[in-house]
């Protein structure tokens, strides 16, 4: 069974204290992993997709990178705006429907 | 602009009706999805449509129902069967390629509350 784990389940930072999130999984063949944010009251955001191990996507102050058991969600020099819920989830690439299997998200709130 | 619109954004049930969520999209997207979120737990998934007239039960379709009639609209219906439907509720589609089913884009979500 595919499983996804999100760590920390909550992050409280500082504005400019840099942190990451981490996101590990189990699965047959990973197809690819997703990064979102959501806002309180509101549907996901896409953020990234990740294919294969080593790869990285920068975004403003966030770089999310892959390797082969976990992802990881770098957030440089944070401010309060980049308050929300990060969810990951893992896409496998063999056997089943393909649909991709979320975590729990980390709920990550910058104070100023 | 292309997306994804969900309705209404709130829900309030009785016990003993049915209702009906509304989801449609813009994207030319094959693949269309209901995802439950309730808190502290991730999404799980109720029912996927990849094409047209076809659709497939999620982990907790019990109480809920789907029709695909048309490539742009998935429609949800939480039945008097499902016991605990207070909920928010998400709807996303994506591309299907042949490799598999692409990025999933998500609508803004209904909220359901049982009264």
């Known amino acids: 069974e595919d499983q996804v784990t999100q760590s920390p389940e909550a992050l409280r930072l500082q504005e400019g204290e840099s942190s990451s999130l981490n996101c590990s999984y189990t699965v047959s063949g990973l197809r690819g992993l997703f990064w979102y944010r959501q806002d309180p009251g509101k549907g996901p955001e896409f953020l990234f997709t990740?294919?294969?191990a080593g790869e990285e996507k920068e975004k403003e102050r966030l770089k999310a990178t892959l390797t082969k058991k976990e992802s990881f969600l770098h957030i440089t020099a944070p401010k309060p705006e980049d308050s929300a819920t990060y969810l990951c989830a893992v896409q496998a690439g063999t056997g089943g429907s393909y649909i991709p299997t979320f975590g729990r998200g980390t709920s990550l709130i910058v104070h100023p | 602009d292309g997306g994804i619109t969900q309705s209404p954004k709130y829900l309030f049930r009785k016990e003993g009706q049915n209702v009906t969520l509304s989801c449609e999209q813009n994207?030319?997207?094959?693949?269309m999805y209901w995802y439950r979120q309730d808190p502290g737990q991730g999404l799980r998934l109720i029912y996927y449509?990849?094409?047209?007239?076809?659709?497939q039960k999620g982990d907790i379709a019990e109480g809920y129902s789907v029709s695909r009639e048309k490539k742009e609209s998935f429609p949800l219906t939480v039945t008097s069967a499902q016991k605990n439907p207070t909920a928010f509720y998400l709807c996303a589609s994506s591309r299907y390629t042949g490799q598999g089913l692409d990025t999933q884009y998500f609508g803004p979500g209904t909220r359901l509350t049982v009264l």
């Open positions: 449509s990849q094409i047209v007239n076809d659709f």
């Open positions: 990740l294919y294969s």
């Open positions: 994207l030319n997207h094959d693949a």
